[in-house]
């Protein structure tokens, strides 16, 4: 008899609410440990519902604004829990750690998940929708996701054309802090995959990030150099850089002045909503007589 | 030197502190329970029927975080002091540390090899990923401490100050290749490492708890039947052998208690310095030298200070968290300088 009152009002609160049961299911509060994926949940729309981001969520700016929950290899079950309103899901890329932590909020009921931060498109189409199934919004995700997919292909045509008018030039990207000892990207890094996206010859063999001897430098001789620099950017970066490595004056891009920025920020956690923009200005710097 | 306080009392005042620690560690963190919530979670825990509403937020939190927490926390600070009374006495040195025969430097590079060694492979399956660093960091702690002790070794004698010298070299060398390590691996391989490095209580969890369990509680129960040998050896060597302590035997149980606490306790929690260096020296000076007081009073001092130290470390930047190696530093350096200048005439 109890039984099937609660199957009655149950039924009813259904048939009243006709979206109760997806209301419920969707997260309202969400934590995220994931610098690009930050970026996305903003761009669908979903900003109003982060709670906590990590260190590396930098952008957009408003985020800032949200309580640190550190970084994302060293997350904090109890702070996570702490958080008012309390999440009900953390998302992140596979670096998100430590296990034992993850095991800990699982257990504290909230849901985590954990997205591949490969730089490709289908990696990324994977990701967008399943964000746009837990917001509540796929055919947004589903839209955003043909958009992008979309500037990149129409980039690859101009890039394409570009390269058919002038030879790809040789390019160096290089990480660095305040123009020391910067490092260099290889073509395994969200760096190297820039640069080819963009129509250069990465020049840089090694995997990963490398410091290299400037003596080594100057002998590859790039024609451009990206530098991206995590504490200072405009000409205070490019003039810092070229100060503390006295040696790239004799490179061509130094010559020529072809050493262009980019936001460090772009580098980390897959591909980010805006690459494409920056895919754009690297272009052009890499083929200055080719008009967009 | 003589004691400052009485045993009998400082053992209380200490015990005291260290209930207090554990207390404070149950009770606080960035998620505010109530004390009444807390103390019902603790009953409950305890297996006394508890009623009440909010009991199972409160259990969890209490139960699965802060619990395995305040262990971890208290083993592995019972042990790195325990383990610094042992070094100091064995070098007959004040400024002695575990380190100096190579256990953590070891540790560091058996978990160099296996978080850089991990991602080589193509990562590990979730399953077996932190048993194996924390297997490697003990191999390797076990593994270096061998070696110092064995280059210590000639003719059936251990010299003290070869193994001093020897563990500084391998120290050296441990840290040149923990560096070609950090060298080869790639962005995110290198921030896992940095971060293992600073140590951290954080995520503590029973599976992982219970080998540094026994390995602790062997320690504590072992090394305190050693006391008077200790204080024979603070005579001297050969004055200790005239008493009749078999050195070399009490020698090699300093070095293996050393290398198995310290090697267990950096294997859970990563590598917290200073508290192995500063926490017997800080006993000593109310204590006096008698290692009878001094193994105990050290044992609940290092406990407490870690457990105080791991508040700081949840509290201090919360929701964020703070490895812990940095708030032991940041106590430890400027108190041993503090001892550094006071103890000069």
């Known amino acids: 008899m109890r039984l099937s009152a609660k199957v009655i009002g149950f039924t009813a609160t259904l048939l009243l609410h006709p979206w109760a049961m997806a209301a419920e299911a969707l997260p309202q509060h969400w934590a995220s440990a994931g610098g690009s994926l930050t970026e996305w949940v903003v761009a669908m729309g979903g900003e109003s519902k982060l709670v906590g981001v990590d260190t590396t969520s930098q952008h957009p700016d408003s985020v800032k604004a949200l309580k640190s929950i550190g970084y994302q290899r060293a997350l904090s079950s109890e702070g996570i829990l702490s958080l008012t309103p309390r999440p009900d899901i953390l998302i992140g890329t596979e670096e998100m750690g430590p296990p034992p932590v993850l095991e800990q909020i699982r257990a504290a009921g909230l849901k985590v998940e954990m997205f591949d931060s490969k730089a490709d498109l289908p990696t990324l189409q994977a990701t967008l929708l399943h964000l746009g199934r837990l917001l509540g919004d796929e055919a947004h995700a589903g839209k955003l996701f043909d958009d992008y997919r979309q500037q990149l292909a129409s980039h690859q045509e101009w890039v394409k054309l570009a390269e058919a008018k002038q030879p790809a030039p040789g390019v160096i990207l290089m990480l660095g802090h305040m123009g020391a000892k910067p490092l260099v990207a290889g073509p395994d890094t969200v760096a190297g995959w820039l640069i080819a996206q963009a129509g250069g010859r990465n020049l840089a063999t090694q995997p990963g990030y490398k410091n290299f001897s400037t003596e080594v430098l100057a002998a590859l001789d790039p024609q451009v150099i990206v530098f991206a620099d995590r504490s200072l950017s405009g000409d205070a970066a490019i003039a810092a850089l070229l100060k503390d490595n006295p040696a790239l004056a004799t490179t061509q891009a130094a010559k020529h002045k072809r050493i262009v920025q980019l936001d460090p920020t772009l580098l980390v956690g897959g591909l980010g909503p805006r690459l494409p923009a920056s895919l754009n200005g690297l272009s052009q710097a890499f083929f200055p007589d080719a008009k967009p | ?345």
């Open chain 2, 1 to 345: 030197m003589r004691p400052v306080l009485a045993p009998g009392k400082l053992f209380i005042a200490l015990g005291l502190l260290c209930l207090l620690a554990c207390w404070l560690s149950l009770a606080l963190g960035p998620v505010s329970l109530p004390l009444l919530d807390t103390v019902r979670a603790c009953l409950h825990l305890l297996g006394v029927p508890v009623q009440g509403q909010g009991l199972e937020q409160a259990e969890m939190i209490v139960g699965q975080i802060r619990l395995p927490r305040t262990l971890l926390g208290l083993t592995a600070g019972a042990v790195l002091a325990l383990a610094g009374v042992a070094m100091q006495g064995l070098f007959r040195n004040p400024l002695a540390d575990p380190g100096l025969v190579g256990v953590s430097s070891g540790a560091a590079l058996g978990a160099a090899i296996a978080i850089v060694g991990g991602s080589w492979l193509g990562g590990l399956p979730p399953m077996l990923e932190p048993y194996l660093l924390s297997i490697c960091a003990f191999l390797g702690g076990l593994g270096v401490t061998a070696l110092v002790y064995r280059l210590g070794r000639k003719d059936g004698q251990t010299s003290v100050a070869v193994m001093l010298l020897a563990g500084v070299a391998l120290t050296a060398l441990a840290s040149a290749a923990v560096g070609l390590f950090t060298y080869l691996a790639d962005d995110a391989t290198l921030r896992t490492l940095t971060f293992w490095n600073l140590g951290s209580l954080n995520g503590a969890s029973y599976q992982r708890l219970w080998p540094l369990l026994l390995i602790a509680t062997g320690v504590s129960l072992w090394l305190p039947r050693r006391a008077k040998a200790l204080n024979a050896l603070l005579l001297g060597e050969s004055e200790a052998r005239h008493l009749g302590i078999d050195v070399e035997r009490l020698k090699r149980e300093l070095v293996f208690c050393t290398a198995l606490g310290v090697g267990a306790a950096v294997a859970a929690a990563g590598l917290i310095g200073f508290v192995g260096l500063v926490v017997p020296h800080l006993v000593r000076q109310v204590s006096g030298p008698d290692h009878r007081v001094l193994l105990p009073a050290s044992l609940l001092a290092g406990a407490s200070l870690l457990l105080f130290a791991d508040l700081i470390a949840r509290m201090a930047l919360a929701p964020a968290e703070l490895p812990i190696g940095i708030v032991t530093a940041f106590l430890g350096a400027p108190f041993f300088l503090y001892l550094l200048v006071r103890g000069r005439p």
